[in-house]
């Protein structure tokens, strides 16, 4: 069973108490060591993504860990489940109060050889995904004239830029853009929206996907990176819970990087280039 981030420490734990999260892309990496965090300091946890399989082992640890939980499948690039999603929270739970957008889809590509198919699936998940269930959270914040926290995760290329990553670098981008852009909105409407940028995490899913599940490959990563090791889901579950939680209640608009000072260097699939070199 994933242990409790961090953040179920160094928040109180009724700091969530009778509070809602939805945490996209919840039922693996660093998507459930969110949902543990947020249930840990008294949230009830909605995780959503599209294999229902997953999602129901997750929910059993969740509920194992005594966390009230359930799970919705969900593709963020449809409109309708997207609202199904809401729905079902807020049948199930009767609120929503936090929304982590954490669903993404990534791979390694030279941008030549990227089909527009895979540009777009992407950039449909990542981007369009994290529009989609913002707006139907904030939809009902609005109509029920209620408070309400955003949450989007992203990554340092956003800003960066970084090879072989073209399609989930734009589509970060955007993300980042829509956190400033939708803060500065909604701000007013006592929305806050946030986001946080992790540097390499090794995951059961990322880490295949981009090439540094291999022990040899991080150990040259770590020696890239100024903190000289690698982060922790934990610990990006820790600063996605703060920006999430009555502590933050000021912070709007800003980005967490959560790299330790990695994007100094020359950004993380940079990073793998020296890697590759140095481990051949």
Not at 62 to 81: F, N, S
Not at 219 to 236: F, G, H, M, Q, Y
Request: net charge neutral.
């Amino acid at each position: 069973m994933t242990a409790p981030a961090p953040a179920a420490r160094m928040l109180p734990r009724d700091t969530f108490q009778e509070q809602v999260a939805v945490v996209t892309g919840g039922g693996t990496g660093i998507g459930k060591v969110i949902a543990h965090a947020l249930g840990a300091a008294g949230a009830k946890v909605v995780i959503g993504s599209r294999k229902k399989d997953v999602l129901d082992k997750a929910v059993a640890e969740l509920e194992a860990a005594g966390i009230a939980a359930r799970a919705i499948a969900v593709d963020v690039r449809d409109p309708a489940q997207v609202d199904a999603l809401l729905q079902g929270t807020l049948d199930a739970f009767g609120r929503l109060d936090v929304l982590i957008n954490n669903a993404a889809g990534n791979f390694v590509c030279q941008a030549e050889e990227l089909s527009p198919n895979g540009f777009r699936s992407v950039v449909d998940i990542v981007l369009n995904g994290t529009f989609l269930c913002s707006r139907a959270a904030a939809r009902h914040w609005f109509a029920q004239s209620l408070p309400g926290c955003i949450v989007n995760v992203i990554a340092t290329y956003a800003w960066t830029g970084s090879p072989g990553v073209v399609h989930s670098a734009a589509a970060k981008a955007g993300v980042w853009n829509m956190t400033m852009t939708l803060a500065a909105e909604w701000g007013a409407r006592n929305v806050r929206v946030n986001s946080v940028a992790p540097g390499i995490v090794v995951t059961e899913g990322a880490s295949t996907h981009l090439g540094y599940d291999d022990p040899t490959v991080q150990k040259a990563i770590t020696s890239l990176i100024p903190s000289r090791r690698l982060a922790t889901a934990e610990e990006v579950a820790g600063a996605v819970a703060y920006l999430a939680s009555p502590f933050a209640s000021y912070v709007n608009g800003s980005c967490f990087t959560i790299d330790g000072g990695a994007w100094l260097n020359r950004g993380l699939t940079g990073m793998m280039e020296d890697v590759a070199l140095r481990v051949k």
